[in-house]
């Protein structure tokens, strides 16, 4: 990847330009059974059109802050890098009354709503499908993105030293982030072509590194698993093999 990468944004715009074919972001649910595959080209496709639709449908400003009630989930990622392209701070698992807007799932809905600003939910439904009927008092993000452009550009330059993510009450900026993934992809062995499994959750730095910002900053790509305890080990073991997977974190 380029050495020069400060963001979380920064290292999307080389994965993309490096070889935008290619997996980045492969996502089960063994509760559901769903499986989703995104190329580095389709998940920066989804990060651009969120990020347009925080910056101009949402009027959202760098240093605003947004709590994510999400779990790990591949449009979790999404918003994870959109956030990165706008220089909003993603407070993972945040407090909504203290936060600038809310992004929530189906099941958090009524902590969302302490939040005073601008409220939006997911369905996490497979394919990013839409509620079938939306949350009262919010917005429904399956409605809204599609008609995002496809391409983002932030109106002012994003600063890797302002406060990017927040997650289990410290917040890291842009460039302690890239920082700590690097470290991180060195220790678990990841390369360009590595394939990680991840089954940790999104409410630590681990779950997180694991599951996005490692093989982001790598070259790798991830194997994203909700629900895990869900699968056989002799499921495990099968996926493990089918994913050409590299590595664990589980």
């Not at 949402?58 to 790990?72: F, K, T, Y």
């Not at 407090?95 to 807007?101: E, F």
């Not at 809310?102 to 939910?121: F, K, M, N, T, Y």
């Amino acid at each position: 990847m380029n050495a020069s990468d400060r963001t979380p944004a920064d290292l999307l715009r080389s994965a993309l330009a490096a070889d935008p074919a290619r997996p980045l972001v492969t996502f089960y649910d063994d509760a559901t059974g769903e499986r989703v595959e995104l190329s580095v080209a389709t998940f920066a496709n989804w990060v651009a059109k969120t990020a347009n639709l925080l910056q101009d449908g949402l009027s959202v400003e760098p240093g605003d802050r947004l709590a994510l009630l999400l779990p790990a989930h591949w449009q979790t990622a999404v918003w994870l890098l959109a956030c990165s392209s706008v220089g909003v701070v993603a407070d993972v698992g945040g407090d909504p009354a203290a936060a600038d807007l809310v992004v929530s799932g189906p099941d958090s809905l009524d902590a969302a709503r302490a939040c005073s600003g601008e409220r939006i939910a997911l369905a996490l439904r497979p394919l990013g499908g839409r509620f079938p009927q939306p949350p009262e008092g919010f917005a429904d993000y399956a409605v809204e993105v599609p008609s995002q452009g496809d391409r983002f550009s932030p109106y002012v330059p994003v600063d890797p030293h302002a406060p990017a993510l927040g997650v289990a009450g410290t917040d890291l900026t842009g460039a302690q982030l890239v920082e700590r993934a690097r470290a991180d992809a060195a220790g678990l062995g990841l390369g360009a072509g590595s394939r990680l499994l991840s089954g940790l959750p999104y409410d630590t730095w681990d779950g997180l590194s694991a599951g996005l910002y490692a093989p982001l900053a790598s070259g790798g790509s991830v194997v994203l698993c909700r629900n895990l305890d869900q699968l056989s080990p002799e499921g495990l073991e099968k996926r493990v093999e089918s994913e050409r997977v590299t590595g664990t974190a589980v």
